[in-house]
């Protein structure tokens, strides 16, 4: 899911890969990966990730190599659909990286990678109520969220999935909307454009706008050690060669989708539309630009403080 919740394609996070894998910040992975490297495991590790889409941060971890050993890699989301492309997904990228992957009918898949053995298992699962699953309650090591949190009120959703986290554990949240976006050549009414478009986030969530920084108090105000946290903006621009296929179907996917959100404008129809007919034409000439801030955030939650009720 994007942003604001609306579905994409399985062909649009695909894309979206691409630019996420700039975005990340590296401080706060190989913070992560250190982490992870000095821990001292009798037994698999065991990774939740919550609106998983096609698997593509599973994939991308594996590639950067910080896992190692035995795991259990648990790929969730609401969309029925999105889960089944991601069966797709990785069975191409574990052959494109001569991986060996074996697919069980219980939606569970063996990945070998020479380094690495991983269990992938994939469920249709609310994150509102995850924790309420008895087999998920306190057990895993790592929990993943990317790009999802600024879908929810943050606090409630916070504490239902670190529900599902053992003693130690870590939280790694990435790519959490933290306010701003701006496109470049500026244009007289983008700020009245993208004011509405940031505003049509509070019909879901007040915390959505700034989930980055939220994100981020509710950690430290809730006594969590903090191991790392930085910026993870989204900047695409046209290089030499124009855009890739990935940054061009990305554009166009972020202009529906504010095209969508002011949809419900009707004082000064004309100014919105003309904007989004010139935003369009200029990713055709190949002089459009994007930066939109985010945060990551590497956390470990203080047990004493976390809420984990089990519910009956």
């Known amino acids: 899911m994007d942003s604001n919740g609306h579905v994409f394609t399985a062909g649009y996070l695909a894309a979206k890969r691409e630019i996420d894998d700039r975005a990340l910040n590296t401080h706060v992975l190989d913070t992560l990966t250190a982490c992870l490297s000095a821990e001292n495991r009798a037994g698999p590790r ?20 910080l896992f190692t050993g035995t795991v259990e890699y648990w790929l969730t989301d609401t969309d029925h659909s999105l889960l089944a492309e991601a069966r797709n997904y990785l069975t191409g990228w574990a052959g494109k990286h001569n991986f060996s992957i074996t697919w069980n009918p219980d939606h569970t898949a063996h990945l070998t990678t020479g380094a690495t053995e991983i269990t992938i298992s994939l469920a249709p699962v609310d994150i509102r109520y995850i924790s309420s699953r008895p087999d998920f309650y306190c057990y895993f090591d790592l929990l993943i969220a990317h790009g999802v949190l600024d879908l929810f009120e943050l606090s409630p959703v916070v504490e239902e999935f670190t529900g599902c986290l053992g003693s130690g554990g870590l939280c790694y949240f990435t790519c959490n909307f933290d306010g701003e976006t701006y496109f470049s050549p500026e244009l007289p009414d983008d700020r009245r454009i993208l004011d509405h478009y940031h505003g049509s986030m509070a019909k879901r969530s007040s915390t959505a706008r700034y989930t980055g920084r939220r994100l981020l108090g509710y950690f430290l105000e809730n006594h969590a050690q903090v191991m790392a946290a930085g910026s993870s903006d989204w900047v695409i621009h046209p290089g030499s060669q124009g855009y890739s296929a990935a940054q061009r179907e990305f554009l166009g996917a972020l202009l529906s989708l504010i095209e969508k959100e002011v949809a419900d404008i009707e004082e000064n129809r ?12 200029q990713i055709d000439a190949g002089s459009l630009s994007l930066v939109a801030k985010h945060l990551d955030i590497l956390a470990r939650p203080d047990p004493g403080t976390r809420l984990m009720t089990r519910r009956a």
């Not at 998983?52 to 190599?65: D, K, T």
């Not at 100014?271 to 034409?281: A, C, E, K, M, N």
């Open 270 to 281: 004309h100014l919105y539309t003309t904007w989004i007919d010139l935003r369009r034409r």
């Open 46 to 65: 065991r990774v939740l990730e919550v609106g998983a889409g096609i698997g593509s941060m599973c994939a991308r971890l594996v590639e950067r190599g």
